[in-house]
């Protein structure tokens, strides 16, 4: 085993001496406290550990609030009792402590803890050692283990380090997890092909941490992931629930988004993770497939592309987000770097952003939603999604006799996401052409060497609003105010066959036009002020119209009111009453 101290010297770039905060060190000084009278009150000594993802973190210079303590010969909930005690008696409140019972279909085999300590969220879990057989990636055997026991059971070499809180140092029994972390590269404590057979989730976890840090995946782990065993073994002993959330854990991170969907690919996953639609013969199912998967490397080519254009103008964030989007790699994409130097801040792409950031007007009826914390990171993590299933595009299922396409299907049924991404993901998929259409439109009009009368301006402003209603999808607000992502996605698929030079940091004069021809659409959205016309009510509802145009109610009524709508987008300054006479004048267009 290697150790770390406060006053080790020799490393070098990226590792650095872990510098924890003063919370951290308080926390530190309060369990190393309760330890020692614990062996003074029972004579056993006690031995405790911060495990895992913040010692990497630390080292790499990078910020975690996930402290994941371990602990060498109690359980966890045992020794969360006792620093309760100690807290209390220094005149702390004490602190409810929740037990997470074992779970081993949801990766928990051993019983947490978990409490808040010094206002921050601990949880307590004892080391160990796992014994496993081959029918089954869940161990048949668990015991408390010696710290290199609980090291070499871990995923990674990077995540099986332990900061030990009695001497304030860095322990790696593996040998390897510090060098590793130097070096860059993912690599199992135990031999690749076992480790992956013992639990073949641990193969989308490689990936993961290899994408996000930028690291590299050493050969032999490469090796095994590519075995058909393997590969077999993660499509027929891991659940599709489990895989979803590794997935998801990959969209969510800020960085290496298109390296994950790389990885991916050319490990041989991609039917793996994003496995396609199949029949079965319940009478509800799925009955019949058309289509083909087009080629793979799209989906790394669309999110790559995407990852570029949603950099371009990165928001306004808080300071917990910043803390989230400070992320360490290894290598920086040189390709990028040179594409946003040419867009960041420039007038042609000033508008690119994948949720409305203006006010509406405060003179409009607007329909009240719930408000989204974090609408641009859900907008931004569904457009990484939709890139990731892409090659799907051409592809539907039938399911109880209806179509559907296999990117929901799979999102659905596959990968069992959340009904919120599912309905997104599909919308921006079935919306691009009448959107790529109405860009086009836009663009030919600004071109037009014909002066645009004030009747032009006005049905451009209501076929715009109308799009932008049919996207926003008002009637659950599924996607509301996170609308742009539709044309930043057409944007994307537009480019992909300037994907080469792209990546090559080069934006020519017609990758140039097509990102300010989508612009345009955004900006004048803006201008216009129908950027928050998704949510706009109608001046005359459909009660009203039934009496005015004295018909029934019916499903008529639904296209009708899409004609007042458009009116009120051509006349957006227009009160009720010249609604209802509008209706009154015009009832042969409601028939």
């Known amino acids: ?181 130097k070096k860059g590269l993912i690599r199992t404590p135990l031999e690749p092909f076992e480790t992956f057979w013992q639990d073949p989730l641990r193969v989308m976890r490689c990936v993961r941490f290899a994408a996000r840090f930028h690291f590299q995946i050493v050969d032999e782990a490469k090796r095994a992931i590519l075995d058909p065993r393997i590969k077999d073994a993660l499509r027929t002993k891991i659940s599709k629930e489990r895989i979803g959330a590794e997935l998801d854990k990959m969209i969510d991170d800020r960085a290496g988004r298109s390296t994950a969907i790389k990885l991916i690919h050319d490990l041989g996953l991609y039917d793996v993770v994003f496995a396609p ?40 964030v808080g300071q917990d987000e910043l803390a989230e989007a400070k992320v360490y790699q290894a ?49 931004t993590r569904n457009l990484i999604l939709t890139g990731m299933i892409y090659p799907y595009r051409n592809m539907s299922a039938t399911v109880n006799k209806k179509p559907v396409p296999a990117g929901s299907w799979i999102l659905r049924y ?45 049905r451009e402003r209501a076929d715009m609003g109308m799009m932008i209603r049919d996207i926003g999808n008002i009637g659950n607000a599924i996607i509301g105010k996170k609308w742009p992502c539709v044309f930043i996605l057409a944007l994307g698929i537009d480019l992909l066959p300037k994907f080469d030079s792209l990546r090559s940091g080069i934006l020519d004069d017609e990758s140039r036009a097509l990102i300010s021809k989508y612009n345009a659409f955004l900006a004048k959205a803006e201008a216009y002020q129908i950027d928050h016309c998704f949510a706009w009510k109608y001046l005359v509802d459909g009660k009203e119209l039934t009496k005015l145009l004295n018909i029934r109610p019916g499903p008529e009524v639904t296209g009708y009111l899409q004609r007042v709508m458009h009116w009120q987008l051509m006349h957006p300054q227009s ?17």
Request: charged share 25%; net charge negative; with cysteine.
């Open 1 to 181: 085993m290697s150790t770390i101290g406060p006053n080790s010297s020799g490393l070098t770039h990226p590792i650095s001496e872990p510098r924890l905060t003063e919370t951290e060190s308080k926390i530190c000084s309060v369990l190393d406290e309760v330890a020692k009278r614990y062996e003074a009150r029972e004579g056993k000594k006690v031995q405790l550990r911060i495990a895992g993802g913040w010692v990497r973190d630390k080292l790499l210079g990078l910020e975690c609030h996930d402290l994941d303590i371990g602990i060498d010969t109690m359980m966890g909930y045992d020794f969360a009792v006792l620093v309760n005690e100690y807290l209390e008696e220094h005149g702390h409140e004490k602190r409810s402590i929740a037990k997470i019972a074992t779970n081993p279909e949801k990766s928990k085999h051993l019983e947490t803890a978990t409490m808040m300590v010094l206002d921050m969220p601990l949880d307590f879990v004892n080391l160990r050692s796992e014994v496993y057989d081959d029918a089954s990636r869940i161990p048949s055997e668990i015991t408390f283990g010696t710290p290199s026991e609980d090291a070499y059971r871990r995923d990674t070499t990077i995540n099986a380090l332990f900061y030990n809180i009695h001497t304030r140092s860095v322990e790696d029994f593996t040998g390897k997890g510090v060098e590793d972390l």
């Open 277 to 316: 639609p199949v029949i079965d013969t319940s009478p509800r199912g799925t009955t019949a497939l058309d289509g083909e998967l087009e080629p793979v490397e799209d989906a790394f080519k669309l999110v790559w592309i995407m990852e570029w254009l949603l950099k371009i103008n990165p928001g306004p």
């Open 331 to 379: 290598e920086i994409d040189l390709g990028q770097e040179s594409l946003l130097a040419q867009t960041c801040g420039a007038a042609f792409a000033d508008h690119l952003y994948p949720v409305v950031t203006t006010i509406s007007s405060p003179t409009i009826p607007q329909i009240l939603f719930k408000d989204e914390p974090f609408p641009e990171k859900i907008g």
């Open 414 to 458: 596959g990968l069992k996401g959340k009904n919120q991404d599912i309905d997104i993901v599909t919308k921006m998929m079935e919306r691009q052409e009448p959107v790529r259409h109405i860009v086009n439109t836009i663009q030919s009009t600004a071109q037009s060497t014909y002066p645009t009368s004030e009747e032009q301006s006005r």
């Open 575 to 591: 009160t009720k009453e010249e609604c209802q006479e509008w209706v009154r004048q015009n009832s042969e267009l409601f028939q």
